[in-house]
C-alpha cells in the first residue's frame, strides 16, 4: 500500500487546514502522526473502522475522517497554534490493534510526510 499525503503549507495562529491522505489500497485504519523539529514522533489521531482516537494535545481542535470509496483519510485541523508546526504522516495498517493504536510501529504503511507552519 503506497501513501500520498498532501494539504500542508503556511498558516496564521487561529487558523484552520486540511490535510489528505489517499492510499493505493483498503486498509483497516488510517491515521497521522506528527514530528516536531528536534522532537521524536507521536500520535495525533487515527481512524479504524468506524472509530477514532485523537492525543489529548489535539482532542476538540481536530477532526479525522475517511472516505472509504476513495481510500482517503482527512485530517481537519481547527485554531492552529505554532506548537502545531510540524511534518505531519500519514500512517495505516490493516493489522493494528485497538490497544496500540497509538504506537507509530503499529503501522506498516507511511507517507512521505507534509510539512506545515503555524505563525504566531
Known amino acids: 500500500v503506497q501513501l500520498q499525503a498532501s494539504g500542508g503549507g503556511l498558516v496564521q495562529a487561529g487558523g484552520s487546514l486540511r490535510l489528505s491522505c489517499a492510499a493505493s489500497g483498503r486498509t483497516n485504519a488510517m491515521g497521522w502522526f506528527r514530528q516536531a523539529p528536534g522532537k521524536e514522533r507521536e500520535f495525533v489521531a487515527v481512524?479504524?473502522?468506524?472509530?477514532?482516537y485523537y492525543a489529548d494535545s489535539v482532542k476538540g481542535r481536530i477532526t479525522i475522517s475517511r472516505d472509504n470509496v476513495k481510500n482517503t483519510v482527512y485530517l481537519q485541523m481547527n485554531n492552529l497554534q505554532p506548537e502545531d508546526t510540524a511534518v505531519y504522516y500519514c500512517?495505516?495498517?490493516?493489522?493494528?490493534?485497538?490497544?496500540?493504536?497509538?504506537?507509530?510501529?503499529?503501522?506498516?504503511?507511511w507517507g512521505q510526510g507534509t510539512k506545515f507552519t503555524v505563525s504566531s
Open positions: 481512524i479504524k473502522g468506524g472509530s477514532t
Open positions: 500512517a495505516a495498517s490493516n493489522s493494528v490493534i485497538t490497544s496500540a493504536v497509538r504506537h507509530s510501529r503499529s503501522y506498516a504503511y
